[in-house]
């Protein structure tokens, strides 16, 4: 005789997230950094401005910092964030 | 029966369904008792739950936990029927906000959650709170525990090199769970301390790094052996994590004795290893931390608790041994211990 067993997993809900459409260049853009509030993030944020100015001449750079780094972002710190037309957001170590 | 809202698999035998689990990396290395349709169904109706009651929403990925789930993780892990209820306490306790469920599972820091048992249910689930009460050897305790395991694997996606990324975890991610021994203890039960009805059953949650043994079988006094339970602390505020947040530690019952005769309750022992378990930044230059002790004012103090309510103070081990246990907390206050009760 045969067992049928159930599948453990949770399935996520709703929209699978979709990748913005990436811009053609970044010549004269907004660009925001998301600071994930680990220890290295900035240093690393300070060479990628550096960067993103010079190299790549974006307009500007909004840089914001998440309160703690295991939770998601507060909603108000995002919204700072949306009039970007492109977002940096650090995960990980 | 209920219709389950799982998708099913046929397979031939317990072998095969074991097979089909390690295959898709659906345990945790151990073999699996397989969640059938009938089991499932039984352990739901023991809890009197639909197969998509909800149990809990983990707050960061918005994961709502239907109860079927919960039951299969129970199932799998070789949990009886009347376990269920406390794993359900269980997750709804890791489903608080404070707990950071996200958190320590995603953390490269590697904790697990710790599960303290308090109440009549201990007794009924014949639970251990003596001999190797860490250790292996009593199956509410290990089963109980491995659900949760198996939960934030199967459900939330807790697996190791993806959204679990510890560097090393603990034996404890297996499984880890004990219960208190309320009936060979003079003090108050973890879980009245933290606002539970007196006789009430309950769990708390806790995420803990890996458990430090500490001896201490030389002294009659208790401030002491309070010392000693410091010391590991302040140790593991230089080694590992300054910040404060909970902490438990596991007392025996030779300890409990020395506390007992010299009248301290909980309350003291909590106060005693708030005001002593404390370092400055200086301290760090001795533990090869030269790096980061300027950072900040090295003459600053901190605290492993932030207040005395921060220990959890579990009586808990074999009769006969000076040896207790402190759990650090994962990683300050990011995660808190919860207290819930158990719907019987």
Redesign the interface.
């Known amino acids: 005789m045969?067992?049928?067993?159930?599948?453990?997993?949770?399935s996520?809900?709703g929209e699978a997230a979709r990748l913005a459409a990436p811009l053609a260049s970044l010549d004269g853009a907004l660009v925001g950094l998301l600071d994930n509030a680990k220890i290295g993030t900035a240093r690393f944020y300070d060479y990628l401005e550096t960067m993103l100015r010079e190299r790549y001449r974006v307009r500007e750079v909004i840089r914001r910092r998440k309160p703690?780094?295991?939770?998601?972002v507060p909603p108000e710190l995002l919204g700072e964030l949306s009039a970007a037309d492109a977002i940096v957001s650090g995960i990980?170590? | 029966m209920e219709t389950?809202r799982?998708?099913?698999?046929?397979?031939?035998?317990?072998f095969?369904?074991n097979e089909?689990?390690q295959d898709n990396g659906?345990t945790d290395g151990l073999p699996i008792v397989?969640?059938?349709?009938t089991l499932?169904a039984r352990f739901l109706s023991a809890v009197g739950l639909a197969p998509d009651a909800i149990v809990g929403v983990e707050p960061?990925?918005?994961?709502?936990?239907?109860a079927?789930?919960v039951a299969?993780?129970a199932v799998?892990a070789g949990c009886r029927p009347d376990y269920l209820p406390v794993v359900l306490a269980a997750v709804r306790a890791m489903c608080e906000p404070e707990f950071?469920l996200?958190?320590?599972t995603?953390?490269?820091g590697g904790s697990a959650p710790l599960v303290v048992v308090n109440g009549p249910v201990r007794l009924s689930l014949g639970m251990n709170a003596t001999h190797n009460v860490l250790g292996n050897g009593s199956r509410p305790n290990a089963t109980i525990g491995r659900a949760l395991r198996?939960f934030i694997l199967?459900?939330?996606?807790g697996i190791p090199g993806q959204l679990d990324?510890s560097t090393l975890g603990h034996p404890g991610k297996f499984t880890f769970c004990l219960a208190e021994d309320e009936e060979d203890s003079p003090w108050l039960p973890l879980a009245t301390e933290r606002g539970m009805a007196p006789g009430a059953s309950a769990v708390t949650v806790f995420a803990v790094e890996s458990p430090h043994q500490i001896m201490n079988e030389w002294t009659h006094e208790p401030r002491d052996i309070a010392e000693t339970y410091a010391a590991a602390i302040r140790a593991n505020m230089l080694t590992y994590s300054i910040w404060s947040g909970n902490y438990a530690v596991v007392v025996p019952k030779q300890h409990r004795q020395i506390f007992a005769e010299a009248g301290w309750s909980k309350k003291d022992l909590r106060e005693c290893v708030h005001e002593r378990a404390r370092v400055s930044r200086r301290e760090w230059r001795t533990v090869g931390k030269s790096a980061v002790a300027p950072r900040k004012d090295e003459d600053v103090v901190y605290t492993a608790l932030r207040s005395p309510d921060d220990l959890l103070v579990v009586a808990a081990g074999g009769p006969a041994g000076g040896f207790a246990a402190i759990l650090p907390p994962w990683?300050g206050r990011?995660?808190l211990a919860v207290t819930k009760g158990i719907d019987a």
């Open positions: 045969t067992l049928r067993v159930l599948d453990p997993r949770l996520a809900e703690d780094s295991s939770r998601p990980g170590d | 389950p799982s998708p099913s698999y046929e397979v031939a035998d317990a095969e369904a089909l689990f659906w397989p969640p059938t349709e499932v960061v990925r918005r994961r709502r936990v239907p079927e789930k299969i993780a799998m950071g996200h958190g320590v995603a953390s490269t198996l199967n459900v939330l996606g990324r990683y990011k995660s």
